[in-house]
């Protein structure tokens, strides 16, 4: 079966039944992937045209909608029936982190606000991840979840940023029972919205709530790596007491030169240096036209929407906004 790869055109015989992501690393098509299992979403690319169906326990799924063209995949779990036509992103673009199942010891506990806490993690192996990816934490069988690395990697402890939500069952047992010294599990890396090194592109950043953990992880990365880029950074609070961070993004700003940064709280408050408002209106505000621009969007899913219908109205392609939604409800 002829796979044709866009954009650069190549044509590679794929032998029918053959995994999606197994042919095109055969082939020396370079495409990013993770965890193999259909889970972290690194390896999505996009049938244009053809027969390619997703595989079920190792058969494949004959239902409607792998019969349509211009469709999300995830390579891993992809299987080639027929000649096709698949498009896969920015191949100057690939990281290649194999997930791992790590150890690893609770080492700080630290309130950031009156809901939000920070966990500090010293793996037993190093991690490799890409700034803005996240890992599913297991605190014990029953108590699992996905957060963002808001540290580099090599940084030698993970760091990550929870909002203790009502009621929750797993940030209840964090907040009631987690304690220096535990041990928790880190599968990952996961995630498709990791800084991406390899332009001279402008950056916009927004976050919302904890959604600053991945985003200070990408602007440290862009800054490590020595990126010039404009970027503006913008971040979305419920009220002024939900700020956090603000010393760790006025030292960021001191390093880069190009970064700015504006904190939007729905909520007005007494403190002059924040917007008031929700912060898609923010960027509503401030930008017209964002044509040539990537976007990195972290936060809840209804702010993730919203952003993402705002940027590409205003310009930004959809291949360049990267954006991994989490859920709070039943945190």
Known sequence: MEVRVLPHGQRLDVPQGENL???????????????MAGRCG????????GDVRHAVDGNTNNGGIDKQDHRPLLACQSVVMGPCTIEIPEPDEVVVH???ILKSTVTALVDLTHDIKLIRLAPAKPLSFSPGQYAM????????????????????ELEFHVRMVPDGRVTRYICDRLKVGDT???????????????????????????GLAPVLAIVRGAIAAGLTNPIHLYFGIRSP???????????????HPRLRIDVVSTLPGSDRDLRTGLVTEAVEQDYGDLTG???YLCGAPPMVEAATEL?????????HIYADAFYASGA
């Open 311 to 319: 940027l590409r109205d205003r310009g930004i392609r959809p291949d």
């Open 21 to 35: 992501l197994t042919a095109l690393q055969q082939h020396g098509v370079p495409i990013s992937y993770s965890c």
């Open 137 to 156: 934490l297991q605190f014990t069988p029953d108590h699992i979840r996905p957060y963002s690395m808001a540290r580099l990697p090599g940084e030698g």
């Open 98 to 100: 194999p997930a791992r």
């Open 42 to 49: 690194t390896c999505r690319c996009r049938l244009i045209e």
């Open 184 to 210: 928790v599990r880190v599968s990952g890396p996961l995630g498709t919205s990791y800084l991406r090194t390899r332009n001279d592109d402008p950056i916009l950043c927004i976050a919302g709530g904890t």
């Open 293 to 295: 621009w990537r976007a």
């Open 241 to 255: 007491r939900d700020a956090y961070g603000l010393d760790w993004l006025n030292e960021l700003a001191q390093r």
